[in-house]
């Protein structure tokens, strides 16, 4: 396989690469929030993990709730959804083995418990935690916690649990509220998690079966206590990886108006790389399959650098994934079925061509049908007899 290589550029903003041709970075230009509209801000505060070298202990304070009607909060949400849509993310969800963090989210949910009280529940987490792993390797840092929901959504919302520098992050106060939103330095992120509650409280405590509403990325520390607090643990869904990908493929073509023959060498190489990494039981990564898709683009496309935050903005396709021969074979295949549930089909997608190509089952695009080339006897004989029958 022959791959492209471009001249690349980073992007000062989100540091993203893309071809230094272009005049901006494309995946910025992808991302608009107008969160004054669009967004409710529900509730913030920030809690402070300080540790003692004296008594060589960590012990934690919590500030007061910030003021949600100013610009602090929408400013806040807006550059953090953005990081969580352009970083890798891992996708989870509780199960029995952390009850304890999941037992405190729904007792919020239920509203058993208030903002405050959540968000004291998780500093004391993250404080025992901190202390297992030991003292003198945790520095301190400031915990922010935030609630909102979109506009049209349910009540509950999401809950958003950041752990930030606590030299670079925020300037606070002495409540440990944001001065002004010009001080949002979410570069200084060092793990972040994010709690969809209207999909935990559905599923929870079974596993869901779209989405997952548990998503988490690590910054600029991997400190194993903030994921253990918060129950994050890593529950890689191969098979919704592979689902994602083939859709994400189909609608990173259609967005930027591809031509077939991209599309058919993409699904063909990443098929061919999905495969590979069954049969040697290997994982893949989000970033090598994103090189192998933007290695099919045409020539005169200038979008190298932009499948993978394509995908983190809209699809649940884990950072490292490790897919199964019956995955694999799932995403070779097309179903189809009637409204009024009168047929079912399904087709290898390699034997479909447009119609009057020859292939065993063409697909009129402009009259949206299907033609199938039938060759079993009993089958033929069967519909035969139905057609005659509606003649008598």
């Known amino acids: 396989m022959n791959e492209k290589v471009a001249k690349l550029s ?34 913030a505060v920030t809690g402070e993990l300080i ?12 500030g007061s709730e910030w ?15 953005d990081k969580f849509k352009r970083k890798n993310k891992f996708h989870s969800y509780y199960g029995e083995e952390e009850s304890l963090v999941s037992d ?20 004391k987490r993250l404080r025992d935690s901190a202390d297992n792993v030991s003292w003198s390797n945790v520095s301190g840092g400031s915990v922010v916690f935030m609630q909102y929901r979109y506009k049209g959504e349910g009540d509950l919302g999401k809950v958003l649990v950041i752990m930030v520098d606590k030299k670079d992050g925020f300037d606070f106060d002495g409540d440990l509220v944001p001065k002004n939103a010009d001080h949002i330095n979410i570069d200084a992120i060092r793990q972040a998690a994010l709690i969809d509650l209207e999909g935990f409280v559905k599923s929870y405590p ?48 259609d967005k930027h108006g591809l031509p077939p023959s991209f599309y058919n060498k ?10 590979q990494a069954s049969k040697n039981k290997k994982a893949v990564s989000l970033d090598k399959i994103s090189q192998i898709i933007e290695a099919a683009l045409p020539d005169n496309v200038k979008l190298t650098g932009t499948f993978r935050k394509f995908v983190n903005a809209g699809f649940s396709v884990d950072e490292f994934f490790e897919p199964t021969s019956q995955s ?45 080339k039938i060759k079993d006897p009993k089958a033929l004989s069967s519909l035969k007899r139905l057609v005659e029958s509606e003649d008598e």
Not at 13 to 33: G, I, R, Y
Not at 214 to 239: H, M, R, V, W, Y
Not at 266 to 275: H, P, S, W, Y
């Open 10 to 43: 980073v992007c000062k903003n989100c540091s993203a690469e893309f071809e230094s041709t272009l005049a901006s970075c494309p995946s910025c230009d992808e991302v608009v929030l107008d969160s004054k509209y669009h967004v409710v801000a529900l509730a």
């Open 51 to 62: 540790s003692d070298t004296s008594l060589k202990n960590i012990d934690y304070k919590i």
């Open 67 to 81: 003021p949600i009607n100013d610009d602090v909060c929408y400013r806040f949400i807006s550059k953090v959804e």
């Open 104 to 123: 405190c989210f729904m007792a919020f949910s239920e509203k058993k418990k208030s903002f405050l009280g959540m968000a004291d529940s998780i500093m």
């Open 206 to 253: 079974e596993v869901p079966e779209n989405d997952t509403y548990l998503k988490f990325i690590q910054g600029i520390s991997k400190g194993a206590f903030f994921t253990e607090a918060l129950g994050c643990e890593k529950k890689p869904d191969n098979k919704r990886s592979v689902q994602e990908l083939t859709l994400a493929i189909d609608a990173f073509s």
């Open 266 to 275: 993409a699904t063909k190489d990443v098929d061919f790389a999905l495969e």
């Open 328 to 372: 694999v074979e799932k995403e070779r295949w097309v179903e189809v079925e009637s409204s009024n549930n009168s047929f079912k089909l399904r087709v290898y997608k390699k034997k479909v061509g447009g119609s009057g190509s020859g292939a065993e089952v063409e697909f009129n695009e402009d009259e949206s049908t299907v033609l199938i």
